[in-house]
Each structure stands twice: as structure tokens, then as C-alpha cells.
């Protein structure tokens, strides 16, 4: 496991379109758990493959937590359909900013990327994600 989850940091590290205004970030914000389970994925060797959760808290912080451990912290901010994401620190952090459009559907989350130059922050956010909590 703890190859894995090293493993898994490694490779987001080494790290368009716009969509409608989402409900959720024009009522107050962005805030909740977010969950996708990757299988099968081969892209990054498939280190990717495995449980991910983001929380997003009123604050403007987030945490992204891979098969139970937490992984990366950072700072997001929303303008209309737009989150940025960023500050981070952790294992799997990434160096530079990422910015992707949201469009929430019931509780289905979806980002599309606009930039991105982290290839684990974007595999990741590539899959559809369902609010948990």
C-alpha cells in the first residue's frame, strides 16, 4: 500500500470548453465530499487506479484523499463556472495551479480541464465524481 500511495504522489507530480454556471458554486460555493473509484486505468502506469475523494470546505480549502489517506491540501476559488486550484502540499501535491469548468448534476460533479500542466491532478479529475457527504 505504501508503494502504491508513493507511487501514486510520483505521478502527480510529475505533473475547452464552457459549460453552464453550476447550481453549487452559484448557491454559496462548492463544498462537500466528492468521490471516484478508478479502475482499470492504465494511464500513469496505473498508479492511479484506487479510491479518491475531495472535500471542499465553505473556507476555500480541500483535501484530496486516495484509498483513505490524505494525499494533497490546498486552496480553490470559484469564478462562475470556473475552479482554480492550488497552494497545495502534501505527498501528492502539484507545483503549479490547475483550472477546470464544473458542472454539477444532481450529485454528479464533473471538471473538464482548462489548464492543467499536472497529469495525476488531471487523471483524476478527468473521472466523474459523486457526492458523499
Sequence with gaps: MRRR?????AAITTCCSVWPAAP???AGGLTGKFATTI???ASLHGVLNGRWVLGFTKAGAYTITFNGATVVRGRFSTAGSTISFGHESGPASCPT?????????????????ISDACNGRMGVLAHTLTKIG
Excluded: C, E, F
Design 97 to 113: 495551479p490547475g483550472r477546470y469548468t464544473v458542472k454539477t448534476s444532481g450529485r454528479t460533479l464533473r471538471l473538464k480541464r
Design 5 to 9: 500511495l508513493t507511487i501514486a504522489a
Design 24 to 26: 453549487a458554486l452559484a
Design 39 to 41: 479502475k482499470g486505468d
